[in-house]
């Protein structure tokens, strides 16, 4: 099975501030990766699948990248409506998810 | 407009069966892949199933052999039938659409059903 871990667990911030979130691999996936977002008590919205591409409808300041076993999310500009818990999602070998990073106000 | 909307959850003492249910609206079941994900009360997500369009079903290895995903074409709604239960499959459990393009990648969610396995 492929295990993904995510850093930091928790990540305090402020409005505007630039955000990363890392994701590791336990194998190699290739580019098969995504990044979802999840508020208290709703469901995940997916932000980039195939580790890089936004999905409709998702602000242009979300980006991923990274290949192989790393990855990232970079919010670059944060807002108000993200502070909420990410989570990595590796597709290259059936499905796994990261332990989610939960993004809070500072 | 997509829609998800999944129901069947409730309080269920362990060793008991439960099923899910999904109905879909606004696109056809059969033409997706979709799976079911649930999530442990203050819990990270696990992927549990998968359908494919053609009827090719996966399982997390924890619920394999308890657990059997379908769907009803007529209905267009997908099922989740949970034998065997445990106190470990407590959860929220959502239904999820893939991606044309990517099937293992989960473009639309229902807003989840609580499932708590417990005497």
């Known amino acids: 099975d492929i295990q993904m871990t995510q850093s930091p667990s928790t990540l305090s911030a402020s409005v505007g501030d630039r955000v990363t979130i890392t994701c590791r691999a336990s194998q190699r996936v290739n580019s098969w990766l995504a990044w979802y977002q999840q508020k208290p008590g709703k469901a995940p919205k997916l932000l980039i699948y195939q580790a890089s591409s936004l999905e409709s409808g998702v602000p242009s300041r979300f980006s991923g990248s990274g290949s192989g076993t790393e990855f990232t999310l970079t919010i670059s500009s944060l807002q108000p409506d993200d502070f909420a818990t990410y989570y990595c999602?590796?597709?290259?070998?059936?499905?796994?998810f990261g332990q989610g990073t939960k993004v809070e106000i500072k | 407009e997509v829609q998800l909307v999944e129901s069947g959850g409730g309080l269920i003492q362990p060793g008991g069966s439960l099923r899910l249910s999904c109905v879909a609206s606004g696109f056809i079941v059969s033409s997706y892949y979709m799976s079911w994900v649930r999530q442990a009360p203050g819990k990270g997500l696990e992927w549990v199933s998968i359908i494919y369009g053609g009827g090719v079903t996966y399982y997390a290895d924890s619920v394999k052999g308890r657990f059997t995903i379908s769907r009803d074409n007529s209905k267009n709604t997908l099922y989740l039938q949970m034998n065997s239960l445990r106190a470990e499959d407590t959860a929220v459990y959502y239904c999820?659409?893939?991606?044309?393009?990517?099937?293992?990648?989960?473009?639309?969610w229902g807003q989840g059903t609580l499932v708590t396995v417990s005497s």
């Open positions: 999820a659409r893939g991606r044309t393009s990517s099937g293992w990648v989960f473009d639309y």
């Open positions: 999602q590796q597709y290259n070998s059936y499905s796994t």
